[in-house]
């Protein structure tokens, strides 16, 4: 496939002039000895052959993929769903999780620390951590513990510590900046565990890496059904690790479009949406260049969308390079259109998806209102069940 080009994203830390390194000095040995340790052990074939086997016996991958008939019928094409809300834990958080956990393990960490907004990537951490015999600290902004009870319950009962932050917003953001701040203290011995494609170098490239194992499946399981590929690929679009997942193995199939989907939240205004390549333009946050929702002084915007994983106003380096060289086109749905299709493929497929995964789904909709006929591959990016709450709320 795709040898031939170089991975820029590994050898510079960059795609086109997104990416790099922003962060204090005292990090960049840490950063420099998880590059090199991370490109010799994903490179390693022992260490490939433990996390496969920990992906197929413990998370339950491949995941499969599913041919969503009558949806597609609704729609007017053909409609198929890769199934990572079937995986362990419930979406594809677990996927990174336990790759970094079995990295930090490797590289002889004595603890991992992870930051969470609504708490998946945080259980996500404290199983991989609790699984692989690794003490766990996420921490975890005071908002959100009041308002992800049962994630913080799950946890705790992982054997993770959860640490609440009360600086700044007391969600995600301050979350994030909790965790630098605690691997700033000793580098040598934490390891951060980052949830998605986002921060300094080497983490987009790491967590692509990780999670490219959705793409590799779903392109291989696609044209075992098919014998072709789909017209496009769709993903909803956070910080871009299950998006950079999917798409990364469809990058040189020039005929296959990739789209990615944002939080259109409740508008286009500042403050009621999470759309950071739509609506955002280049700035640094949480250690690399991207495009960000801010403004000329560089204040960070507050962001609002029905789902709490989309609710970040920052997004992958490399999502923000695809953007540009127009290899990807990246789109909105608002919290209304995901909640739309949200019930349309649970009434037709019997399948409860996670509201970040159902702005996948909107933009699958789109695309084939625009495209009749063309066959679709959605990345159903976790299950709906820990939504009930939310749900139940608006529905009222
Ligand atoms: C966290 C989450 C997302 C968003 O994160 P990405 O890094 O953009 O993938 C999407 N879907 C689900 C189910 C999530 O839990």
């Not at 403050?271 to 946050?285: H, Q």
Request: net charge negative; glycine share 12%.
């Amino acid at each position: 496939m795709k040898t031939s080009k170089q991975d820029l994203l590994k050898e510079t830390g960059r795609a086109g002039p997104y990416g790099g390194r922003y962060v204090p000095e005292v990090l960049m040995p840490a950063l420099t000895r998880l590059e090199n340790e991370a490109v010799r052990l994903l490179g390693d074939a022992r260490f490939q052959a433990e996390l496969t086997g920990i992906l197929e016996e413990w998370v339950g991958r491949p995941t499969p993929l599913t041919r969503a008939g009558r949806l597609g019928e609704a729609w007017g094409g053909q409609v198929w769903l890769k199934r990572e809300d079937l995986a362990h834990t419930g979406a594809h958080k677990i996927n990174n999780a336990v790759g970094q956990a079995l990295l930090a393990r490797e590289m002889g960490a004595s603890r991992v620390i992870a930051e969470t907004g609504a708490g998946q990537h945080g259980v996500a951490s404290a199983a991989a951590c609790a699984r692989l015999g690794l003490e766990c600290t996420v921490y975890m902004g005071a908002v959100d513990i009041e308002r992800q009870a049962p994630n913080v319950e799950r946890m705790k009962l992982l054997g993770t510590k959860v640490v609440p932050v009360q600086s700044g917003d007391a969600t995600l953001r301050a979350a994030i900046n909790e965790a630098m701040r605690d691997w700033v203290a000793d580098p040598e011995s934490t390891y951060y565990l980052l949830g998605s494609a986002v921060g300094p170098h080497p983490y987009p490239w790491l967590v692509r890496e990780i999670q490219s194992v959705i793409g590799k499946e779903a392109r291989a399981q696609f044209q075992a059904a098919t014998a072709g590929l789909p017209d496009v690929v769709v993903a909803c679009v956070g910080g871009g690790s299950n998006a950079i997942g999917i798409f990364h193995p469809f990058v040189e199939d020039e005929d296959v479009a990739l789209l990615g989907v944002e939080a259109g939240g409740s508008g286009g205004a500042v403050g009621e949406n999470a759309a950071t390549i739509v609506r955002g333009k280049p700035g640094v946050l949480h250690g690399s260049y991207s495009y960000l929702l801010h403004d000329e002084d560089g204040q960070v915007f507050e962001t609002h969308s029905v789902s709490a994983g989309l609710d970040y106003p920052g997004v992958g380096p490399e999502h923000a390079f695809l953007s540009e060289s127009g290899r990807a086109e990246y789109i909105e749905a608002t919290d209304d259109q995901a909640l739309q299709a949200l019930d349309e493929l649970a009434r037709t497929e019997g399948i409860l998806a996670a509201l970040e995964s159902s702005h996948a789904l909107a933009g699958a909709k789109r695309y084939l209102q625009e495209n009749p006929g063309a066959s679709v591959l959605v990345g159903l990016s976790g299950r709906g069940d820990k939504d009930i709450d939310i749900l139940r709320e608006l529905k009222r």
